[in-house]
């Protein structure tokens, strides 16, 4: 299950966004031949068959339950639930929760300053 602990901004809501990241990155998820050198000039004594086994890693057997993405949420409640093959969700894990945490920070702040500029006020956005 993929949640949070708290409000960002000490508000009373967050939007839920990320969720069309998470799956572009599972659609095109995959080791290249530069990942494998790479991992192997960290782990010289692994053997060839793990790095091959990475190399043929798809997330193929990952499914995924979320929440609609621009839906108000709040902490502790389960945004997304991954299940799949344990090695392939948590190689997932940390991405997600990069993509997800990110993406409903900008978009809860972005809701945050409508409501307090109204509806009627040109908002535009100079970053966080």
Do not use: Q, W
């Given at each position: 299950d993929?949640?949070?602990?708290?409000?960002?901004?000490k508000g009373e809501f967050t939007i839920?966004?990320?969720?069309s990241d998470c799956i572009d990155f599972i659609r095109t998820f995959s080791y290249e031949e530069s990942d494998i050198e790479?991992?192997?000039s960290l782990m010289p004594?692994?053997?060839?068959?793990?790095f091959e086994y990475l190399q043929n890693l798809r997330p193929d057997d990952i499914e995924i339950q979320a929440l609609h993405e621009g839906s108000v949420c709040f902490?502790?409640?389960?945004?997304?639930?991954?299940?799949?093959?344990?090695i392939m969700v948590q190689l997932l894990e940390t991405i997600f929760l990069t993509?997800?945490?990110?993406?409903?920070?900008?978009?809860?702040?972005?809701a945050r300053f409508r409501i307090a500029a109204g509806k009627?006020?040109?908002l535009l956005e100079f970053g966080l």
């Open positions: 993929l949640f949070f602990r708290k409000n960002p901004f839920f966004a990320g969720l790479y991992l192997r004594h692994c053997e060839d068959k793990f902490p502790r409640i389960p945004l997304m639930k991954v299940s799949g093959p344990l993509l997800i945490n990110y993406a409903s920070l900008v978009t809860t702040n972005a009627s006020i040109k």
